[in-house]
């Protein structure tokens, strides 16, 4: 149990372009789903916290009107970065929680480039 | 300072050797404690949870010293398969959100 897909895995754009990307929770209810950011060789920095049918809670310097999360069911979570530029390039992974407590269980993450 | 403290590493050890390491943390009022391992570009998949009382899983024995504010993860009879990077992972005090490590990288040569 507690497999979480997530879609592109790896997706190149032109820069000003948007890029959505969606996270699923594939065997069980996520009542909370977590976007988070990897840049190379640091720690995965959390991005916003999202509970299904309200507003995604966004963490301190990262842009609400840039990264755009809609989280419309138990199952599914999207985040769409929205007129991409370089400096967005990452690694965009999302997490699901809701099967055992607070454990987070992870998407296999999307490798974002911007050209 | 950081909430979740680690030591980057690397730890280069040979094949069959114990390797223990820590992680401190700073929010007193988190509760919930984790190791994750990371493969190289890969998704952080999750190790084992950290009890207060400990535990263990085969080779992995994991320690929650509140006291001292730190999380231990011993690995013994490392293989090389057991090469990734280790995350020290504690929840924020009762908000959902967590808080990772930077990772401590651990290196098993044959």
Not at chain 1, 23 to 37: G, I, N
Not at chain 2, 34 to 41: H, K, N, T
Request: proline share 4%.
């Amino acid at each position: 149990g507690a497999v979480v897909s997530q879609h592109p895995s790896r997706v190149i754009c032109k820069s000003g372009t948007s890029v959505k990307i969606e996270c699923r929770s594939l065997d069980f209810q996520a009542t909370t789903m977590f976007w988070y950011r990897q840049f190379p060789k640091q720690s995965l920095m959390l991005m916003a916290t999202s509970n299904e049918g309200s507003k995604a809670t966004y963490e301190q310097g990262v842009e609400k009107d840039k990264f755009l999360i809609n989280h419309a069911s138990l199952t599914l979570s999207t985040l769409t970065v929205t007129s991409a530029h370089p400096e967005d390039s990452s690694f965009y992974i999302c997490s699901a929680s809701g099967l055992e407590g607070d454990t987070q269980y992870f998407g296999p993450g999307t490798r974002l480039t911007v050209l | 300072r950081k909430e979740v403290e680690q030591d980057p590493g690397p730890f280069n050890v040979p094949e069959g050797a114990t390797v223990a390491f820590n992680c401190t943390y700073s929010n007193s009022a988190s509760q919930s404690f984790f190791w994750y391992r990371q493969d190289c570009r890969k998704e952080p998949k999750l190790l084992m949870s950290v009890y207060s009382s400990g535990n263990e899983d085969g080779r992995f024995t994991a320690q929650l010293n509140r006291a001292s504010q730190y999380i231990s993860l011993l690995i013994r009879d490392s293989k090389l398969s057991d090469s990734a990077t280790y995350l020290c992972v504690g929840d924020s005090g009762g908000y959902q959100k967590v808080t990772f490590g930077i990772g401590t990288k651990l290196q098993v040569i044959p």
